[in-house]
């Protein structure tokens, strides 16, 4: 709807989302980020921020599709996450805002707003300067695939957030798991060589798959710095 009949339909979906109680709090209190289609630059997914771009027929309104789901995705997993913390509570697991904190940067991170440094620090200035938002694309898409690959990451969140954590990342690593397994059963090809630009995708025929939810580069990142070492 958002993408097709154009920016009424869009405000609209934009403002039931805003209207949802939970909006406001995980805005402010957990850190999401929810992204906008119009207003500062910083505040648009990364892939939509050329306003030559979107002077093209069409362009406009796939933005406002694409802003739209994640927006309606971060917001859906962070009510999925309240819950959760609201189980571990009752089984006598501490949470605290730290977890919520967390939550709210792992959130972002699997949506594609990858945790950026501290603003007064080095790295922090450097990832929000002109350099970095305008001369790489995406960078804080690629960034939060290593912040996802991260062990370090989870090991310093706090118990409930990294309990969570880890349990999607295991869902999403045995899911990807036994796709790959499944496809190569049935007769497709699965390659494993790091050095392959198929890596970990399926082929069948002509056609390649990449399953991997852009974390391919990250693990074959890993692999090679495995083998370095």
């Known amino acids: 709807k958002a993408v097709v009949k154009g920016k009424e339909p869009y405000k609209e979906m934009e403002a039931k989302l805003q209207a949802d109680p939970d909006y406001k709090i995980f805005r402010d209190e957990w850190g999401i980020e929810f992204t906008e289609t119009s207003g500062a630059k910083h505040l648009h997914e990364e892939v939509y921020r050329s306003d030559l771009a979107n002077k093209v027929p069409g362009v406009r309104q796939s933005e406002q599709g694409y802003s739209t789901y994640l927006n309606t995705l971060r917001l859906g997993t962070g009510k999925t996450y309240k819950n959760w913390f609201k189980i571990l509570a009752k089984i006598g697991i501490k949470v605290t805002e730290e977890d919520f904190k967390a939550a709210g940067r792992f959130i972002n991170d699997a949506s594609g707003r990858g945790t950026q440094a501290r603003p007064s620090s080095l790295l922090g200035r450097l990832e929000r300067s002109p350099v970095t938002t305008h001369g790489a694309f995406a960078y804080r898409w690629v ?70 939810g852009g974390m391919q580069n990250p693990i074959r990142f890993m692999f090679r710095m495995t083998e370095a070492v």
Do not use: C, W
Not at 150 to 169: D, F, G, Q, S
Not at 179 to 203: C, N, Q
């Open 143 to 212: 960034k939060s695939r290593f912040n996802l690959m991260n062990p370090v990451r989870y090991a310093k969140m706090p118990t409930a957030a990294r309990l969570i954590a880890m349990k999607e990342m295991v869902q999403f690593v045995g899911a990807t798991g036994l796709t790959l397994a499944l496809a190569k059963k049935l007769g497709a090809e699965v390659d494993t060589d790091p050095d392959s630009p198929d890596f970990l995708k399926i082929r069948a025929g002509k056609q390649h798959y990449d399953i991997s």
